[in-house]
């Protein structure tokens, strides 16, 4: 079953997700009931995390987001 018609890595924060997440991975900042998030890698340690849909990028070669910051770090290398 799809979530929604944004696809499998995007959603909004519910009232369940703002509970449990608290905060955003990307820019510490508390998120808000109703914000664009998105499934991420990311600079932190561990597996992809919910941050602000405007914080990441999606990267078309791995099929995913990757944060803003993370992403241009790793073109920069190439
Ligand atoms: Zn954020």
Known sequence: ???????????????ERLMR????????????????VVLACGAWEG???LIHENEAIYDKESNAYV???CFSAKKGRL
């Open 1 to 15: 079953m799809p979530v929604g018609d944004r696809g499998h890595l995007k959603t909004i924060i519910d009232r």
């Open 21 to 36: 997440l608290k905060t955003c991975a990307a820019c510490h900042r508390p998120f808000n009931l109703g914000d664009p």
């Open 47 to 49: 597996p992809p995390q």
């Open 67 to 69: 944060e803003r910051k």
